[in-house]
C-alpha cells in the first residue's frame, strides 16, 4: 500500500518561497509519475505538477514559471520548490503517487495514494 508523507507547508508572504517535499514508500518510486495537487476552501481538487518517471515536468498554467518539480529516486522523495507565491496558492497541498498520464496531463483513480497534505498559506 502506497504511504506518502507530506512536509514543508506553512505561512508566508506573498513574495515569498516555500519547498514542499514528500516522502513515498510501498512504491517502486523511480518508475511511478507523481505529482502534487492543491485544493483550496470551496474549490476543486487540482492538479499543481507532476513529474514523469523519466523526469519529464507539467505544470499547471497559474503556477509555470513560479514552480519547479523534482524527484530524487534514491530518496524516494518528491519535491516542489515554490517561489513568487500568491495569496491565490493558498491551500493544501497533497502529494500523489501513481499517476497515469494523458493527452495533455495526468490524472488519479482508485490506484492513486495520497499523503494527508500540508497547508500552504499566503498573506497579501
Known amino acids: 500500500q502506497v504511504q506518502l508523507v507530506e512536509s514543508g507547508g506553512g505561512l508566508v508572504q506573498a513574495g515569498g518561497s516555500l519547498r514542499l517535499s514528500c516522502a513515498a514508500s510501498?512504491?517502486?518510486?523511480?518508475?511511478?509519475?507523481v505529482g502534487w495537487y492543491r485544493q483550496a476552501p470551496g474549490k476543486e481538487r487540482e492538479l499543481v505538477a507532476a513529474?514523469?518517471?523519466?523526469?519529464?515536468?507539467y505544470y499547471a498554467d497559474s503556477v509555470k514559471g513560479r514552480f519547479t518539480i523534482s524527484r530524487d529516486n534514491a530518496k524516494k522523495t518528491l519535491y516542489l520548490q515554490m517561489n513568487s507565491l500568491e495569496p491565490e496558492d493558498t491551500a493544501m497541498y497533497y502529494c500523489?503517487?501513481?499517476?497515469?498520464?494523458?493527452?495533455?496531463?495526468?490524472?488519479?483513480?482508485?490506484?492513486?495514494?495520497w499523503g494527508q497534505g500540508t497547508q500552504v498559506t499566503v498573506s497579501s
Open positions: 500523489a503517487a501513481p499517476l497515469l498520464p494523458n493527452s495533455t496531463s495526468y490524472y488519479y483513480g482508485g490506484w492513486t495514494g
Open positions: 513529474i514523469s518517471s523519466g523526469s519529464s515536468a
Open positions: 510501498g512504491i517502486i518510486f523511480s518508475i511511478a509519475h
